[in-house]
């Protein structure tokens, strides 16, 4: 079975303070695809960065970055020197194909409500 | 634009009402997913369609139905709506099955 966890719910910070959300994923599957998506309060869904299973290099973009650990099951997000508008959800989530299907399947976490305050 | 459309953006229901939540995308894409997003929650898979003519459900399908005739629109149907099914609604689809993923805008139905 497939499972991605978010165990923060919520999480408030001040601007310009950096801030990790964790989320920890599982699947027996080797090849798989994991996402973050940013959720503002207009309500759409923002795609922010996708990571391959055979691919563990850490990313960097702007303020955002990425530490992607096969061993430990996690993709993590940063944000560095937080900003008021990054205040949104952001979600993970995990892509795998159904067994003999070119299908594949988008599994969520519950999200972490990120605030940041001025 | 090119990417998915969905229609209407919000819609409030009495309960036995029904009604049709529409999704287009304009990219060829072969796969179309409905999704829903209870508060709080993550999104949960209603339905989904690997082609025109092809549908299958998801880990939430009861109290909806799909169709799709052809490769552009995959509308979701409410029989009889029911509190439960408020929610807010995504449509997506995909060419490659496994990535790139291109989402609609929402539809935030409320059944009172």
């Known amino acids: 079975a497939q499972k991605v966890t978010q165990a923060q719910t919520e999480i408030s910070v001040v601007e310009k303070e950096d801030v990790t959300l964790d989320c920890v994923y599982e699947?027996?599957?080797?090849?798989?695809?994991l996402f973050w998506y940013k959720q503002p309060p207009s309500g759409e869904l923002v795609f922010l960065i996708r990571?391959?299973?055979?691919?563990?290099q850490n990313e960097i973009s702007g303020r955002y970055s990425w530490n992607f650990q096969k061993s430990t099951s996690s993709f993590n997000f940063t944000i560095t020197a937080s900003q008021v508008v990054d205040s949104a959800v952001y979600f993970c989530?995990?892509?795998?194909?159904?067994?003999?299907?070119?299908?594949?399947?988008?599994?969520f976490g519950r999200g972490t409500q990120l605030t940041v305050w001025p | 634009n090119a990417g998915v459309t969905q229609t209407p953006k919000f819609r409030i229901l009495k309960i036995g009402q029904s009604m049709t939540l529409q999704c287009a995308q304009d990219?060829?894409?072969?796969?179309m997913y409905w999704y829903r997003q209870d508060p709080g929650m993550g999104l949960k898979l209603i339905y989904y369609?690997?082609?025109?003519?092809?549908?299958d459900k998801g880990e939430v399908p009861n109290g909806y139905n799909v169709s799709r005739s052809t490769t552009e629109d995959f509308p979701l149907r409410l029989e009889l709506a029911a509190p439960s099914q408020t929610s807010v609604y995504f449509c997506?689809?995909?060419?490659?099955?496994?990535?790139?993923?291109?989402f609609g805008s929402g539809t935030r139905l409320t059944v009172v």
């Open positions: 990219m060829n894409h072969n796969y």
């Open positions: 989530a995990l892509s795998v194909r159904d067994r003999g299907s070119t299908l594949g399947r988008l599994y």
């Open positions: 699947t027996r599957d080797t090849t798989y695809y």
């Open positions: 990571r391959n299973s055979f691919d563990e």
């Open positions: 369609s690997v082609g025109a003519g092809i549908t």
């Open positions: 997506a689809s995909t060419n490659t099955g496994q990535f790139g993923y291109t």
